[in-house]
């Protein structure tokens, strides 16, 4: 199980953390990989992370901005985003699989999401 929270609404220019807790299986064992979809939009890969070796790949989009980060003794990851923009707006979904990926097929159990909204 994946719980994703932390969205809210903000500023351009403004930051926010979400939280992925996660249960029910053995979080070194996985991939975490956060996804956000905007109405009318293909979901999009903004950054994965291998919870055992901290292998990180990120998207183009959000280098330099989001940071992403792990809690194994909690069993959370975390997703740092600062400086957001208004086309950051989306809903945002953790999700883990058994291999590093960018593709979203990869990832077999997600989170319910959480709403990011970025008002310039």
């Known amino acids: 199980q994946l719980l994703a929270s932390g969205g809210g609404s903000v500023q351009a220019g403004g930051s926010l953390r979400l939280s992925c807790a996660t249960s029910?299986?053995?979080?070194?064992?996985?991939?975490i990989g956060w996804f956000r979809q905007a109405p009318g939009k293909e979901r999009e890969k903004i950054v994965c992370?291998?919870?055992?070796?901290?292998?990180?790949k990120y998207g183009d989009s959000v280098k330099g901005r989001f940071t992403i980060s792990t809690d194994s003794r909690k069993n959370t990851v975390y997703l740092q985003m600062n400086r957001l923009k208004p086309e950051d707006s989306a809903v945002y979904y953790c999700?883990?699989?058994?291999?590093?990926?960018?593709?979203?097929?990869?990832?077999?159990?997600w989170g319910q999401g959480t709403q990011v909204t970025v008002s310039s």
């Open positions: 992370i291998n919870s055992y070796d901290r292998n990180i």
């Open positions: 999700a883990a699989g058994p291999t590093l990926s960018t593709n979203a097929t990869s990832y077999w159990y």
């Open positions: 029910g299986f053995t979080f070194d064992d996985y991939a």
